[in-house]
């Protein structure tokens, strides 16, 4: 009895599997081991993924995009900036290695600051003193640390311990905490001065020291044993022609040069308007959404 419900059993499926790929396909599908029988259940051939797919990482419905999405995106940037900068240039006669992209990261995570140095940037800038630390701890890569961002007296003593380059030195007090803060670091710290471009009474004007305050800053800096003057930054006025605006820095970027010889950093431009600077000698630009896209809300 138990014989013959194993045949009928065995006839059925092999009349399934007749259905679907013939006499041979069973025959592939049954084996024999250590004197019974085994079967495949399904007559259905197996799909294995591809090679891409099998080194593809799952990806759960609604996660965030994956990190070579965001390097890409990044890369995209960089190399559009980095053809407007050539060509600026060469409209000026310069040189594009004689200016300095320094990528404007604030607000946005560690983890780009990492992912711009792994595609070659060298230099990144913060404007706000504890996002900034942070940053710097973090990131292990040898970056250069720009601070060009309006910055507090009760706050310099701790940016002259990490930044490299403050671009936003605008008065004397701020010119002895840094120089305290440098000391107590035992490092030296370079420093640009903050030249305001705004017209007298401006509704709207940027930070920065007026024109006639400018000798004065340039000498208190290069006097200071743990500082050094670099040059002169500015920001273009809000709704000013951003090249008569940086034309009229690049004079006061020769008068300071005139007194102080090694002085030859000139800040200028940013995302909107970098053509415009360098175009009068601008060797650094600082391009935040150019190049890591439109900042995070609410930030």
Partial sequence: MGDDRTRDSRSRHRRRCRGTAGRRGHRRHRRRSAGRDVHVRECRPLLLPTAGEALRPARRHGAAPLVSTRRDQLAAGLASVGRRIEAAAQAAGRSPTSITLVVVTKTFPAADVQLLAELGVTDVGENRHPEARDKAAAVAAPLTWHFVGGLQTNKARAVAGYADLVHSVDRERLVDALADGASRAGRHLDCLVQVSLDPPGAADSRSGAKVDEVPALTD????????????????????????????????????????????????????????????????????????????????
């Fill in 220 to 299: 208190q800096i290069a006097a200071a044993e743990a500082l050094r003057l670099r040059g002169v930054m500015a920001v273009a006025p809000l709704a000013a022609d951003p090249a008569r605006a940086y034309a009229r820095l690049a004079e006061v970027a020769a008068s300071v040069q005139a007194a102080h010889p090694t002085a030859l950093a000139v800040s200028a431009g940013m995302s909107g308007d970098l053509e415009a600077a360098v175009a009068v000698g601008a060797t650094h630009v600082r391009i935040g959404r150019a190049i890591l896209g439109e900042r995070p809300p609410n930030r």
